[in-house]
């Protein structure tokens, strides 16, 4: 499974991004569809996921600023990423579970400044 990641950019401090994520091409719905962040020096940690059923979980510094969802049809997933702080700059990952197998997508940077 391949994945491309678009949508990073800089931003002011309270704006908003949207990223993507497509998959390529699979024969069954990707189980668990996820974005990751990392900034420097820190460890990657989970923004948020969701399942193939469209139950999501997200870490608890972007619950209420940041939503999940994904378009099966599609193989996308986006992250809606609402008062951003400039504590969200970082990488963004894209991550999906398929067959029970990992995979990851080159990260897209995202930079918010005060």
């Known amino acids: 499974v391949q994945l491309q990641a678009s949508g990073g950019g800089q931003v002011q401090a309270g704006g908003s991004l949207r990223l993507s994520c497509t998959a390529s091409?699979?024969?069954?719905?990707?189980?668990?569809m996820a974005w990751y962040r990392q900034a420097p020096g820190n460890q990657r940690e989970l923004v948020a996921s969701i399942r193939k059923d469209g139950s999501t979980n997200s870490g608890d510094s972007v619950k209420g600023r940041f939503t999940i969802s994904r378009d099966n049809a599609k193989n996308t997933v986006y992250l809606q990423m609402n008062t951003l702080k400039p504590e969200d700059t970082a990488i963004y990952y894209c991550?999906?579970?398929?067959?029970?197998?990992?995979?990851w997508g080159k990260g897209t940077l995202v930079t918010v400044s005060s």
């Open positions: 991550y999906v579970e398929y067959r029970y197998r990992g995979y």
């Open positions: 091409s699979t024969v069954f719905t990707i189980d668990t």
